[in-house]
């Protein structure tokens, strides 16, 4: 199942080839301290929605990320126009607002949960498929972070088998060892699915 991601970006640049635009965007997820993604955004003929926009404007993305060799991927499904920078050339970059992409992405346990002083961790993968790159079959691992006193979240948790895949929402940060982060918001077990068993096996990075 696809993942959705949505978060509100600065746009670097832009091309446009036919029916699609393409180029770099950044989040800003502490002050001055900004995230590239590199987008493609496919244009269909229902735009009813759809905000344009140019370089240097304020816009919300929705799409489907993908972390392929270091790099953030997103997929744009629909764009929403923040702030027209020409309409206020006086706004510096920092002037984004704060943001990180909040995901929600169907996964399979590969490492049971672990306590770390006041926070529990647990290892999930899944496939994407990258549409920016045109890669089938990306594997995605992500490192999931829970807070102790989130304490429906740890209960949750606590039921989780390597053998039913489950949906997890969170805000989604790449580590310093350029690992996918999750701090966990929501979680929904999918007792009618089943996954096949892991043929690779993934060690908890803790």
Known sequence: MPNTATVSVIITTKDVVKRMSQGIAAY??????????????FLNANETYRQDFKVNDFVQFTGRLVYENETL???????????DRTLDTHLSDNALPLSTPVITITVTLASPAKKLSNVRFFQATYNEYNAVTSTKKVEQTVNVLIREEDTRLINATNKLTNDRPFLISGYLTIGEDKMILLELLDIDILYHLTAPPSK???QSPL
């Open 200 to 202: 690779h096996p993934l």
């Open 73 to 83: 991927y997103m997929t744009v499904i629909n764009s929403t126009l923040l702030r």
């Open 28 to 41: 800003q997820y502490e002050p001055d301290c900004f995230q590239n993604i590199t987008y493609k955004y």
